[in-house]
């Protein structure tokens, strides 16, 4: 059995990446599947949002720059789900421009190799469109695009796209792509208007369960915690259960 | 493409590369602009008499509530109906307290509710005060602008936490 390889993509910052992968991830490992997440941002804020701190521990650094297997970087931080930090030099792999065609494979080959039993890999996102992007994008069959909804992160999608489809040339295969709209406040206008422009163009391809804006989301980070165990039960939590669901079986807008 | 209705906030449409064929987005967005018209005119009208259609209660108007006996048993989230008025403040009240004596804690979500009276408001506010009385509370979650407009009508958006402070960024 092969992982679905699943990169969470959106090269704005602030859009809900992280707190997707953290709490999507956190979800699906709670409904039973094995999850391993790659924290791929040097800033390293998916660690620390599962309450992995260490700023000096190795992580998926050394396994593109020193052939590093990934099983040996894997960290255990819950029932289910597996984390592999970013590491002190991740930073390094977005200035490796030299290397040329061979240093946008490397996280692709890294997770070839073992015969791990995930059903899902994850990677976590840097805002950026470098090395480490086009790393992702070479390793991932899916990709799950955050979306805010406001003007600007359309302006952003419509940039995305069109390195998706550079992408989708090159490697001569179409990804799946889902999006999902977080960070969702449904009391203003222009929230319901950027989504009906957003379902126009991606018709089947909107997860179903919008995440909300909640100051919870907002406040579990600095605990370590997923909104699970910071507010079981609460919106947010039901919210990213119900995007589990949707995301398992393919419930679209 | 470009966008046609006046009204849109979106200008420009970033995306209108991606295809050019016309998809027939419009007929979700004419409902929801049907609903809005519909409950502008009906906003916070005292008078009970409320225009048809749109509810249907018959017998006993319901109020969608869910209890979340969330692991600690002691959350509770009530979903608020789209119209709320004199007809169903009883209910309203009664479910409500009822949930206050089985919770900590109550979160309603106002982001459905297109025509709120005075009544409801009313009530709203005045177990709030006593959730606070009980060392419980409740907290009005994504409440819609209609929600956050008649509460500012009548004075109590701040008391509710409510107002656009509140409610804009959570
Ligand atoms: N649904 C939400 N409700 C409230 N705050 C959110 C929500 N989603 C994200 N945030 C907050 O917004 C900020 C940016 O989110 P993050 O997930 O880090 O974005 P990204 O990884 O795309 O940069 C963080 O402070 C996060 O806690
Ligand atoms: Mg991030």
Request: charged residues 25%; negative net charge; hydrophobic residues 45%.
């Amino acid at each position: 059995m092969s992982a679905r390889i699943v990169a969470v993509l959106n090269q704005k910052g602030g859009v809900g990446k992280t707190t997707t992968s953290v709490n999507l991830t956190h979800a699906l490992a709670k409904l039973g599947k094995k999850i391993t997440v790659i924290d791929f941002d040097p800033q390293s804020h998916l660690a620390v949002s599962l309450g992995v701190v260490d700023p000096q521990k190795s992580g998926i650094d050394r396994v593109l720059l020193e052939g590093v297997s990934l099983a040996q970087q894997l960290i255990s931080v819950r029932k289910n789900l597996n984390l592999v930090v970013a590491g002190p030099r991740l930073q390094e792999i977005e200035q490796l421009m030299d290397g040329g065609a061979r240093s946008g494979d490397l996280l692709r080959k890294a997770l070839l190799d073992g015969h791990r039993d995930e059903d899902f890999i994850f990677i976590d996102c840097p805002p950026s469109s470098g090395v480490l992007v086009a790393n992702a994008l070479f390793a991932a069959d899916e990709i799950l695009v955050p979306m805010t909804s406001d003007y600007l992160a359309l302006q952003g999608l419509s940039h995305l796209m069109g390195t998706i489809k550079k992408f989708e040339s090159a490697l001569k295969r179409p990804y799946k792509i889902s999006l999902v709209m977080s960070r969702y406040i449904p009391t203003r206008r222009i929230s319901k208007e950027v989504l009906s422009v957003i379902q126009k163009y991606f018709p089947g391809q909107i997860l179903a369960t919008t995440i909300r804006e909640t100051a919870l989301l907002a406040e579990c980070p600095s605990f370590g915690k997923t909104i699970f165990e910071y507010r079981p039960g609460c919106r947010s939590a039901r919210d990213f259960t119900a995007l589990a669901k949707d995301f398992l079986e393919g419930r679209m807008m | 493409m470009a966008e046609k209705d006046e009204d849109s906030l979106i200008g420009f449409d970033p995306l209108a590369w991606m295809h050019r064929s016309d998809f027939n987005q419009d007929s979700q967005r004419d409902d929801v602009d049907k609903l809005e018209s519909h409950a502008a005119s009906a906003f916070v009208s005292e008078n009970a008499e409320v225009p048809g259609q749109a509810m249907n209660h018959d017998e006993e108007p319901t109020i969608a509530s869910e209890s979340f006996p969330s692991e600690q048993g002691e959350r509770a989230i009530l979903v608020l109906e789209p119209v709320l008025n004199i007809q169903n403040v009883a209910l309203l009240h009664q479910r409500l307290t009822q949930m206050l004596s089985n919770f900590e804690a109550i979160d309603i979500d106002a982001s459905g509710v297109m025509m709120i009276d005075t009544a409801t408001l009313q009530l709203l506010l005045i177990l709030k005060q006593t959730a606070i009385g009980l060392q419980k509370s409740i907290s009005i979650d994504f409440p819609s602008d209609k929600f956050i407009e008649a509460s500012e009508l009548l004075g109590i958006a701040e008391m509710l936490e409510v107002d656009q402070v509140a409610s804009g960024f959570f």
